[in-house]
C-alpha cells in the first residue's frame, strides 16, 4: 500500500467550455478542474501532497520544509498542508520581501509558514542549511521537494489519470500546464498503466524541450516502481511543446492577458497569469494554427493558481 491521506475534493468535475469552443470555431473543447482540488484554493498540488505529506507522517517529520518562487503556488498548498496535519512550516522563498505580502503570500503568512528570503543561485543551498540546521536542533523537518515533483509527489497524477479514465469521458488529448515536471510525468504514466489512448501533452512554462522531455521521462521512469515493474519512458515519448516558455517564468505577456480575458469572458473561467495562463495561450495558438482536427476533442486540465491574479503585480498589469 502506498501511503495516502485523502483530503483532496476528488474526483473533479469535467465540463465543456461551449462558448469558448464557438468562439475559435475550434475542436471540442473539454475543462478538468483541477483548480478546485479543495486545500485553499485548490490546484495541482493537492493531489500530490496526498503522498508527500503521508510520507512526512508516516516519517514522524515534525517539519515541512520547502521552496519556491514568491508567489508559488505549491508553497501555499504546502504551508495549508502544514497547517491541516499540524506540522511547522518552513518556505525558502526566491525574492525579496515587499513591503505589503499580497497573494499567496499572504496566505503562506496566515497559514504560519516562516519565510526565508534567497536569491536565485542560493536558494538550494540555503534550503539544505536550513533542513541540517533544524536536524542539528533536534526537528525531524521532511523536505517537500520543488513543485512537489518527485515519484512520491508524481504519483498523485498516476491516480490522477485512473479518476480521469474512470469519468469515462472521451478525450484525443490532454492538456496542461508543465513546469517542475511532476504532473506531467504522473499523467505519462498513468496514460500508460490505464490505458488512456489519447495524447499528453504538457506545454512548457519555463523550460525548453529537451530539457522538460528528459526531467519527465527520468521522474515518469522512477514512479513507476512505486506501482510495480519498472517501465522505461524515453525522452521522445514525452510530448511536450516549449514554443510559450520563452518570455520566462512569471512574465506576463499579451498572450497570457488574452487567454485569461476569453475564458473569463467566454466560459465564466479564471486562469492565472504564471501557469494556466501561458498553456491556455499555447493552446489558443495551436487551435488557430489548425493543429487539431476540428472532430477532435481536447481536454484542458486546468491545474489552479488563480491566487496569484491578486499578486499586486499582476493586478497591476491585468486591470
Ligand atoms: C506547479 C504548477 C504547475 C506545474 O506543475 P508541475 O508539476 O510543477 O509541472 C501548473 N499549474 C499550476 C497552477 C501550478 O501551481
Known amino acids: 500500500m502506498i501511503p495516502r491521506i485523502r483530503f483532496a475534493h476528488l474526483p473533479t468535475p469535467i465540463e465543456p467550455m461551449p462558448r469558448l469552443e464557438k468562439a475559435l470555431n475550434g475542436p471540442h473543447l473539454l475543462v478538468k478542474r483541477d483548480d478546485q482540488t479543495g486545500l485553499a484554493f485548490g490546484g495541482n498540488k493537492t493531489r500530490k501532497l496526498e503522498f508527500l505529506v503521508a510520507e512526512a507522517q508516516a516519517a514522524g517529520a515534525d517539519t515541512l520544509i520547502s521552496a519556491g518562487a514568491l508567489q508559488s503556488n505549491h508553497c501555499r498548498q504546502t504551508a495549508a ?8 512550516c518552513i518556505l525558502v522563498l526566491v525574492g525579496e520581501p515587499p513591503a505589503q505580502a499580497s497573494a499567496n503570500l499572504l496566505l503562506d503568512q496566515l497559514f504560519g ?3 526565508i ?3 536565485k543561485n542560493q536558494r538550494d543551498a540555503l534550503l539544505t542549511d536550513t533542513f541540517d540546521k533544524l536536524l542539528a536542533q533536534g526537528h525531524k523537518p521532511y523536505l517537500v521537494p520543488y513543485g512537489g515533483s518527485n515519484s512520491t509527489g ?8 485512473e479518476e480521469f479514465m474512470g469519468q469515462g469521458v472521451k478525450s484525443d ?3 496542461f500546464a508543465s513546469s517542475s515536471g511532476g504532473t506531467h510525468a504522473g499523467l505519462v504514466l498513468g496514460a ?8 499528453v501533452l504538457g506545454i512548457s512554462i519555463d523550460e525548453p524541450q529537451a530539457v522538460l522531455q528528459r526531467r519527465v521521462a527520468t521522474l515518469a521512469s522512477e514512479t513507476s516502481v512505486r506501482m510495480g515493474p519498472h517501465i522505461e519512458f524515453a525522452p521522445d515519448q514525452v510530448l511536450v511543446n516549449a514554443d510559450y516558455a520563452t518570455p520566462g517564468y512569471g512574465i506576463l505577456t499579451d498572450v497570457e492577458r488574452e487567454s485569461i480575458q476569453l475564458f473569463a469572458k467566454y466560459e465564466g473561467l479564471l486562469l492565472d497569469p504564471v501557469y494556466t495562463g501561458r498553456s491556455a495561450a499555447g493552446l489558443l495558438d495551436l487551435i488557430r494554427k489548425g493543429f487539431f482536427k476540428k472532430e477532435e476533442t481536447i481536454l484542458f486540465w486546468h491545474t489552479g ?3 496569484a491574479l491578486f499578486a499586486e503585480k499582476y493586478q497591476r498589469e491585468l486591470a
Open 81 to 88: 498542508a502544514a497547517a491541516k496535519f499540524g506540522f511547522e
Open 113 to 115: 509558514a516562516k519565510i
Open 117 to 119: 528570503w534567497a536569491v
Open 154 to 161: 508524481a504519483l498523485g497524477y498516476v491516480f490522477a489519470m
Open 173 to 175: 488529448w490532454v492538456i
Open 192 to 199: 500508460h498503466l490505464f490505458n488512456y489512448f489519447g495524447r
Open 305 to 307: 493558481g488563480q491566487p
